[in-house]
């Protein structure tokens, strides 16, 4: 696949994450998610055991703030991963905290009745920012692991660690009953928006980065 492929794949992946989250928006705002809050909401609700919660508090702690500044810590900190994964990791989750926090009392949509909450959250609902945050750290990490770890082996092996957390986080916070369905779904449209868009920044600056060492030296006068 062409580079001009592959751009115009993440043009058309962004626009229709962004069309989702809009769509989304405008159901939520209107009060037109029941029919499909309310099923998926029950399936994951009908799920619960003593034996599987806490397995379910430990996969969504994976994505809460404590856990992406810790892991953007160590990617900083590490020489190795500090410009290919710490920076793009640590910018983007610092941005969409920011976003997700002005969006969130925007909505002002209440969280699901605090009768089924197995975790203690305070703020609104909409959208879920465990899950913006799995899908722009995770998401994104996955994406930068396959740009520039050569050995697809080990690229492989870490895309499947990465799904994990990018695949099942999400879900853990309607099993909780702290979001809707809804809430997930939206963090994850806008979560990817951000991955494209940061991807697209960074090639950006690898293309700069690149003619700017191609280019021949000035000529004295």
């Not at 710490?86 to 926090?101: D, K, R």
Request: proline residues 6%.
């Amino acid at each position: 696949m062409t580079d001009s492929n592959k751009k115009t794949l993440r043009r058309l992946l962004a626009c229709l994450c962004a069309g989702g989250f809009i769509l989304l928006l405008i159901l939520v705002i209107c009060e037109h998610t029941g029919g499909f809050d309310g099923p998926v909401q029950t399936f994951f609700l009908e799920l619960r055991s003593d034996v599987l919660t806490p397995a379910v508090i430990a996969l969504t702690n994976t994505s809460n703030r404590y856990a992406i500044i810790a892991l953007c810590l160590i990617l900083l900190i590490i020489p190795r991963t500090r410009l290919p994964f710490g920076v793009p990791l640590s910018a983007a989750s610092l941005v969409m905290t920011i976003v997700n926090h002005l969006i969130k009392p925007l909505v002002g949509r209440p969280r699901p009745d605090e009768i089924l909450h197995l975790v203690e959250e305070s703020n609104y609902s909409f959208p879920s920012g465990h899950s913006v945050g799995s899908m722009v750290f995770y998401g994104l990490a996955i994406w930068l692991v396959w740009h520039y770890v050569s050995n697809k082996k080990t690229a492989a092996v870490l895309t499947v660690l990465l799904c994990i957390p990018l695949v099942f986080v999400g879900m853990t916070r309607v099993y909780l009953g702290v979001h809707f369905p809804t809430d997930v779904l939206a963090g994850w449209c806008i979560g990817a928006v951000a991955i494209v868009i940061t991807a697209e920044i960074i090639l950006a600056v690898e293309r700069r980065r690149g003619a700017l060492l191609t280019e021949p030296p000035a000529q004295k006068k």
